[in-house]
């Protein structure tokens, strides 16, 4: 008999991309700033994703996509507080059209992470206006763009920002709690050399996180004030944690569960249409399993995106898996990695959740933050002298999985005729 079929013929399959890290010549915000100050590495042209997005479609489609999600860059469109510069908005419809032309459905996140130099100025996130202001710059974007867009993400990722931020100390705005170190997280000593120690920035991991609620709540209404019909959402980074045996441990299991994904998910959820998921770390308390390393020195663990996806299904909401990636700069575990992720939505999926897309971080190789371009996480590898692109084994291998769990929305993609661009 014929194994029944797991994934919806409606399923969205691609990948991601953010604007600060892939589009390059953004001079305007905290970023761009710190790495002037040398804080951080110097982003400069990154791919030039902003002049070759038609090129970067073009393989996204020859590799069986018919998804992709990407960002507007805040300081591109608000460049002065409350002044909306309509040539940017315009080249935002220009990749919206290309996307729409090749088949591939949008996904268009309004914040992954950067802050206009102005608001950063006057304390970024820290302002007590952010809400509203955030709320207001989504509004005009959606309001540009709803004709050729119905997905919306708000936030992306809102606790790795704070945490980044106000208790690592690695993103802007570099402020360190003491006792984080205690942690052990790879390359943290060397990433967080900028930084500021406070004993009090813990305490901004909880009133932020409340300020970023009330944000996306905020950009909710506003967005379905003018336009009711768009689906907005936001991504939030599920770090699983599980635990052996020891009652204890089981406990502290729990605990980081509600701390790190339910305490904020229960601010939002009433007002997000779907939940976006991200997944990239898994804890077990008590065990002393070693598994291999990413390039960033993360644990291999891509079948957890069943847990990540299970825990989330008690909001009753659709799920989009909107990143789950690994750094592997000789793509020589990728390919499993994606097998292991699809299988682990599969299971998902047959055990009853309700997942609907999966976007592999990253389509192309990127600037990763504060380790500057040496992480490469892409389907795709970019050479950052001649910016050529080269389609990496595992980028197919994912291909090969697209196909074969697709019937329908999805035309018969040919194995590509070459392999760099």
Known sequence: MQEKKVFPDTFLWG???SAYQVEGGIENNDWAKSAREGKVPVCGKACDHYNRYEQDFDIAKSLGHNAHRFSIEWSRIEPEEGKFDDREIEHYRSVLRALRERNLEPSVTLWHWTI????DAKGGIEHKDFPEIFARYCAYVVSRLSDLATHFTTLNEPYSTVINGWVRGTFPPFQRFPLIALARIPNDKELSKNSTTDWGEIIKFFTLANVLARAHNTAYSAIKEIAPHIHVTVVFQVHYFNAH?????KLV????MWNM???????IYKNSDSIGLNYYFYTDFGSKTNYPKTDMGWDLRPEGIYDAIMEVQRYNK???VEECGCADAKDAFRADYIRKTVGGIGKAIKNGADVRGFM????LDNYEWAHGFDKRFGLVEVNYDTLERTIRPSAFVYRDLILSHSTQNMKKVQPSSFSSV
Do not use: D
């Open 318 to 320: 659709p799920v989009y």
């Open 261 to 267: 994904t339910h305490r904020y998910l229960k601010k």
């Open 253 to 256: 299991a729990k605990f980081q």
């Open 15 to 17: 990948a991601a991309t």
């Open 360 to 363: 592999y971080w990253s389509l």
């Open 116 to 119: 206009p130099s102005w608001l």
């Open 245 to 249: 045996g020891n009652p204890f441990y």
